[in-house]
DNA sequence: TAAGTCTACGAAAACGGTTTCGTAAAAAGT
DNA sequence: ACTTTTTACGAAACCGTTTTCGTAGACTTA
């Protein structure tokens, strides 16, 4: 059955307040006493109730997970996946468990975000973006709450954010693309209301410009990360009256997706080349293997862990970081293929 | 800042208990009231405290999310990911939050999984196995917490579980290799403890059995259903005296490694057969497209939520369920191959 | 109009811990 | 031997809710 420190205090013969001043390691309490106490909680199986806990001292030790975007989807894509496995290590080294919260919740009520974390009094919670973003998530970053964001620009002064340098990604496969001799750029955005879109699209920009390239409006199509997007927006550059030759895609899966649809379409892939961004593990094994803007997903997670513990800690707030990507060569684009 | 019932209660001239019962939707309370209180509430942003309401009623809300493993792993495997994506969906339009535990904790002390959910007080939690089983978890399956293993056999009174019919999975592949001409079939199992590996492997030898296929021992290796270990194993095979010619592999990430591992020695990726086993989604794009059983992920989370549910309202108690698998056939066993 | 029902609300006891502060006894200092 | 310090412990207030039960007054009913 379930003891309370009141039980244990009484089979041991002591006062609730040892009981407790022994679960939470204060030194005023005596080494033969400490050991009955122990012995006894042992024996019944005795554990603090989390809740009574958490009540009385005003720390929780667990982190809310949030999807910023409005449907939850970010949660089983690689990208993400990586990125807060990551993180949940890190964290979890640190004695915190992670809380996900379900958006379903808000086809049912008007609850937002901050009265989730409010409610459950997290001790600080991250934040994934890539989507376009539910506006409650602002209520939160304003709050006294740390939040780390992921993919999302975050400006409270209780938060921080962390990304890939994306106008850099972009550059990146652009400028492989060129040397490779490739011209006809098309771009594959991610959501198009989503920041990392938007600089990807402008460092797209910049860098053609900076190559002198020109830039077809025409093939600059937007998805939303997944793979069958990238299918459907690979179809549609298909049918523009000038087809581009070589496509970056903001995602692998997008890139797959693309990929497939010209193969589809019974043109030779050969005739294509692609680069995708984040290099997930299927990446290298598709066909063809894909060449991809490699996104340090691990050190993301890692980086953003360590974020939040400095402000919980209240080491430092308001801080913003940019990881560099790799472009990762493979054989999608091979240089036979161009001109 | 952050405003309590009291102040509340105070601000509105009513009793704590008064603006309780608006919280919780008793009907003793008069409409006049109960719009003034509610109007409060709503100027202050006020929001009821978590630990203070689960203190009290003894209902959390949340589900427990445990990976069996001693070391996390399947988090991140696609499987998982898009098990547990499913039933965070379904479990989320009942207003259930997942709560992900670190096991990263057992590093630093000998808190076991039964008591961080008596710890947090979880109204159930769901356990992903597939890997060599932490025993502690067994407590948690003989405890009066309701559980829900996927991939994991429990057998507490107030434990249920689900998985895919594995033996069916191996005989689904063993068959298509047979009718295929195949002969000499490669078993990769995932990790040899967990049970859905001898699960496997039983299947694997009865249907061989019952096409009168002799098994070679030495073509049974077991891998951890992640990608490095599908290209060790097929390393492994490629070095036997005799060499297998059709590798059954119990997930599609081992698939990849292996077929990447024959790529990799120079042979013909054509005079091998695969099938995997998940049907993730990069499995239709890699090269070969990957023959594979897929295991109805979206079901088994969906199912896994219902029955934790009904467990939770006591509505049941006790089950298990067996998905059927289904061959999906593409590529990468050509009929043209066999011989 | 007296008795019985409702309605709307509040007092107060949980829920299971933490933490401050006070103090008796033991140890140390002189 | 007497004061001072230290050690080990307990009383009690508090954390923010829920929930039972009691009751004053308004409303019915006969």
Redesign the interface.
């Known amino acids: 059955m379930?003891m309370t420190i009141k039980e244990i205090a009484k089979l041991a013969g002591v006062s609730q307040a040892t009981v407790s001043k022994i679960i939470n390691n204060y030194d005023d309490v005596g080494a033969k006493t400490k050991k009955r106490v122990l012995q006894i909680m042992d024996e019944y199986?005795y554990?603090?109730?989390?809740?009574?806990q958490?009540?009385a001292k005003k720390i929780?030790k667990?982190i809310g997970?949030i999807y910023a975007g409005k449907i939850?989807a970010n949660?089983?894509h690689?990208f993400f996946?990586?990125v807060v496995?990551s993180f949940?290590?890190t964290?979890?080294?640190e004695?915190?468990?992670?809380?996900?919260?379900?958006?379903?919740?808000f086809?049912?009520s008007d609850e937002n975000y901050l009265?989730?974390c409010?409610?459950?009094?997290v001790d600080g919670c991250i934040i994934i973006g890539g989507e376009e973003v539910e506006p409650s998530i602002y209520d939160l970053d304003k709050s006294e709450i740390p939040c780390v964001g992921v993919d999302i620009e975050l400006s409270g002064k209780k938060s921080a954010y962390i990304m890939t340098d994306n106008p850099q990604i972009s550059a990146l496969a652009v400028e492989h693309f060129y040397l490779l001799g490739q011209r006809d750029i098309a771009f594959i955005g991610g959501k198009e209301e989503s920041v990392i879109s938007k600089q990807r699209y402008q460092g797209f920009i910049d860098e053609m410009k900076t190559y002198g390239l020109k830039v077809n409006p025409e093939w600059i199509v937007y998805g939303d990360f997944f793979?069958d997007s990238g299918y459907e927006k690979m179809e549609e550059l298909l049918q523009r009256p000038s087809i581009p030759k070589a496509i970056f895609a903001a995602s692998d899966?997008m890139a797959?997706g693309a990929?497939?649809a010209v193969k589809e379409s019974g043109r030779k892939i050969d005739d294509f080349s692609f680069i995708g961004c984040d290099d997930?593990?299927?990446s290298?094994?598709?066909?063809?293997?894909l060449t991809t803007v490699k996104q340090d997903k691990e050190k993301i997670g890692k980086m953003a862990a360590y974020i939040l513990n400095d402000m919980i800690k209240e080491k430092i707030d308001q801080t913003s970081i940019k990881i560099d990507p790799e472009l990762i060569v493979r054989a999608s684009c091979g240089a036979n293929k161009a001109g």
Chains 1, 2 share one sequence.
């Open positions: 379930k199986g554990r603090p109730s989390y809740s009574a958490s009540l929780t667990v997970v939850n949660f089983n690689p996946v990586e496995s949940k290590k964290m979890g080294s004695g915190y468990d992670l809380l996900f919260f379900s958006n379903e919740k086809h049912k009265a989730r409010q409610h459950y009094n793979e899966l797959m990929i497939r997930i593990v299927a290298k094994h598709i066909d063809p293997p």
